[in-house]
C-alpha cells in the first residue's frame, strides 16, 4: 500500500472515531429532579412575579415541553414510575404510604440507574431522587456512587406558625432558617466534586432538589424577594366557587389534607404562599449552582441535561391545598432537555407528553441495553428531534386506584373510581373553571378521550390494602 493511501484511511478512520464519542449513546447524563414543583415558574407564566432567573437561563439553551405530566399525584407513585418504567396502576403504588418493595412487579425490573450502569456507564445519585427505596439488591445494582444520601427537607420552625386549629401534616410549616441547615445547599458540595472529576467512561448523574417541598422554611434572602406588599394573591388561578361543578369525590379529595378556609380565617394563606414562593426561588438557585457546575467542568458540550419535577402542588386553587388531585395544577410539571447538537436553545414543545416517558427516551437517546421488561411509556426521541412532529398521545395521570385524568393538547378528561367525571376544555378555561362533563355536545369527546384510559387498575400490594382511602389523603405530606 502506497503512503498516501494508508494517510488518508488513518484519517478517515480518526474521524470515525470523534465521530462516534459525539453521539448521543457516548454522552453523559445529568438528571436533576425537583419535588413538590408545581407550575409557577416564570417561564410557565402560570404567576406573576415569581423569581426564578436559572430556570429561565436554561430553558433559553434546551427544549421546554410545556405540556408535560406525572404518572403519579404524589412523590411515590410518580418517582417509582419514573426510575422503574412502570406505571402506577401496573405495580398498585398510588400512595405515599406504600412502599416500593410491597410490589413484586417493582422489586423485578432494573430501574433506570441500573440500566445505564450495565450499559457501561458510571452511576451516581444524590439528593431525593425515590420517595420510598428499591430493594437492596436493586440499589446496590445501581450505582456506583450513592455518596451523600438523600438528603432531608428544611428544618421545620418550632413552634410552627400555623395554629393546632388549622388540621395539617407534620410538614405544613414555614419560615426562615440559616442556609448552613438546608440539605440541598449542603447537597452541592457532591455535584461540584463529581462533575470537577475525571471519570474513564461516561456517567450518569442523578441530583434531586428537596425545595419547594415543604416546610417551607427557607435562607431570608428568598423572602426578601417577595415582599408582602406586591405579592400578587390570591393565586390567579383561584376562584371562590369553583368546586360548585365537580362530583362529590372530587370536593373530598380537595378537602384534604389541609382546610383553605380554615387556613385563611387563621390568617396563614398569604403567608404559606409567600413562603412557597420563596421555595420555588430557593430550588432555582440551587439547581442553578448545578447547572453551573456542569457548564465550568470539561463535560458542559457533551453531556444530556434532564430537568423535572415529580408533580405539582395546589396553593388554595380549587380550595385545594396539596398534590393529591387530578387537576392542572397537580399533574402539570416542569420538564426540560437538552441534548447537545439535538435540541435548539429556546425551544419548546406543546405536544402532551409523560415523565412516564423518561425512560424509554433514554434508553433511545443513549442506545442502552434492554432493560428487560414492559416500559409503560414512549420514546420522545422524535419529538425531541423535531418538537412540532406528529404526537397523537394524550397523558395519563392516575391518582388512587381508578382514578385517572387523560390529557390531550386542548381538554382534560377525569374518570373516578365510582364512575363521576370531569371535562376541562384548556384552550378556554386553563384554571378549569368550567365542567363541562354533563354538557351533551361534548359527549362524542369524552368517548374519544375515555378510550385512553388504563385497562389495567391493578390492587395495591398486600401490606398496603388494608389502608382506607380517607386514611392515605390524610397521611403525612411527603
Not at 416546610?215 to 428568598?222: D, L, M, S, T, Y
Request: glycine share 6%.
Amino acid at each position: 500500500m502506497r503512503i498516501p493511501q494508508l494517510l488518508l484511511l488513518l484519517i478517515a478512520s480518526a474521524i470515525g472515531s470523534w465521530s462516534n464519542a459525539e453521539e448521543p449513546r457516548s454522552m453523559n447524563v445529568l438528571m436533576i429532579a425537583i419535588d413538590d414543583l408545581n407550575d409557577y415558574p416564570s417561564l410557565m407564566q402560570n404567576y406573576p412575579g415569581v423569581k426564578t432567573p436559572n430556570f429561565d437561563a436554561f430553558a433559553k439553551t434546551a427544549l421546554h415541553f410545556t405540556r408535560a405530566y406525572c404518572p403519579g399525584t404524589m412523590c411515590n407513585p410518580s418517582r417509582s414510575a419514573i426510575l422503574s418504567g412502570v406505571a402506577p396502576y401496573r405495580s398498585g403504588i398510588y400512595q405515599n404510604g406504600q412502599l416500593w418493595q410491597d410490589s413484586a412487579l417493582l422489586n423485578s425490573v432494573k430501574t433506570m440507574p441500573q440500566v445505564f450502569r450495565d450499559s457501561g456507564y458510571h452511576t451516581m445519585g444524590s439528593g431525593k431522587l425515590y420517595h420510598s427505596k428499591p430493594t437492596d439488591k436493586q440499589w446496590v445494582a445501581q450505582w456506583d456512587d450513592d455518596e451523600g444520601g438523600s438528603g432531608k427537607f428544611a428544618p421545620n420552625v418550632k413552634p410552627n406558625p400555623i395554629p393546632d386549629s388549622v388540621e395539617k401534616p407534620p410538614l405544613f410549616n414555614y419560615g426562615a432558617v440559616d442556609q448552613s441547615e438546608v440539605s440541598d445547599f449542603q447537597l452541592l458540595d457532591f455535584a461540584r466534586k463529581r462533575l470537577a472529576a475525571s471519570y474513564d467512561k461516561p456517567f450518569f448523574m442523578a441530583h434531586g432538589i428537596r425545595y419547594p417541598h415543604n416546610p417551607w422554611v427557607v435562607p431570608q434572602r428568598f423572602l426578601d424577594l417577595y415582599p408582602d406588599s406586591e405579592l400578587t394573591f390570591p393565586p390567579p388561578g383561584y376562584k371562590a366557587d369553583d368546586l360548585d361543578d365537580v362530583p362529590a369525590v372530587a370536593r373530598d379529595y380537595a378537602a384534604n389534607p389541609v382546610d383553605r378556609e380554615a387556613l385563611e380565617r387563621a390568617g396563614h394563606w398569604k403567608p404559606v404562599v409567600r413562603h412557597y414562593l420563596a421555595s420555588v426561588s430557593a430550588a432555582d438557585e440551587v439547581f442553578g449552582e448545578v447547572i453551573n457546575a456542569l457548564d465550568a467542568s470539561p463535560y458542559a458540550d457533551n453531556t444530556i441535561v434532564v430537568v423535572w419535577a415529580d408533580h405539582g402542588f395546589h396553593l388554595g386553587e380549587k380550595d385545594h391545598f396539596a398534590k393529591y388531585a387530578l387537576w392542572e395544577q397537580t399533574t402539570n410539571v416542569l420538564f426540560m432537555v437538552r441534548v447537545p447538537g439535538m435540541t435548539s436553545g429556546g425551544s419548546t414543545c406543546e405536544r402532551t407528553v409523560l415523565l412516564q416517558d423518561l425512560y424509554p427516551t433514554l434508553v433511545d437517546l443513549c442506545q442502552l441495553k434492554d432493560p428487560g421488561h414492559r416500559l409503560d411509556g414512549r420514546s420522545l426521541l422524535p419529538l425531541l428531534k423535531s418538537p412540532e412532529a406528529e404526537w397523537p398521545y394524550p397523558a395519563i395521570t392516575t391518582h388512587m386506584r381508578g382514578d385517572h385524568a387523560v390529557r390531550s393538547e386542548d381538554f382534560r378528561f377525569i374518570r373516578y373510581h365510582n364512575g363521576s367525571q370531569e371535562l376541562y376544555d384548556e384552550a378556554v378555561d386553563p384554571n378549569e373553571w368550567t365542567n363541562l362533563a354533563e354538557k351533551p355536545e361534548f359527549k362524542t369527546v369524552i368517548e374519544e378521550l375515555e378510550a385512553s384510559l388504563p385497562k389495567e387498575n391493578a390492587e395495591p400490594p398486600p401490606s398496603s390494602k388494608k389502608q382506607k382511602r380517607k386514611q392515605t389523603r390524610k397521611q403525612l405530606n411527603q
